[in-house]
């Protein structure tokens, strides 16, 4: 089972998103959950994941249009997989500090 947690930026960008935002990104999070659960160790091609160029070990999906949450892998709080949460938001945020 796929556990995670959050970093308090993500937390914040995800307050600022609109409540449609917010519903488009959890069916994101519903399809990359089931495909961590695969364990088949790639995402399906319409999350788009990908790595950040100039962050590297930190992902990006993308969850609607222009939506993007990025993400890493962490430490397993549990046996299995573990992904930390760090932005969510538009495009930009993957040229904000």
Do not use: C
Not at 7 to 15: E, G, K, N, Q, V
Not at 37 to 63: H, I, N, Y
């Amino acid at each position: 089972m796929p556990t995670y947690e959050t970093l308090p930026r993500f937390t914040a960008d995800l307050h600022r998103l609109t409540p449609e935002q917010r519903r488009r990104f959890r069916q994101a999070v519903a399809a990359f959950v089931d495909d961590l659960r695969a364990g088949r160790g790639r995402f399906r091609a319409g999350l788009r994941v990908k790595g950040v160029r100039s962050a590297p070990g930190v992902f990006e999906l993308t969850w609607d249009g222009n939506g993007r949450a990025t993400w890493q892998y962490g430490p397993a709080i549990r046996p299995g997989v573990q992904h930390i949460w760090r932005r969510i938001g538009t495009h930009d945020i993957l040229t904000g500090p």
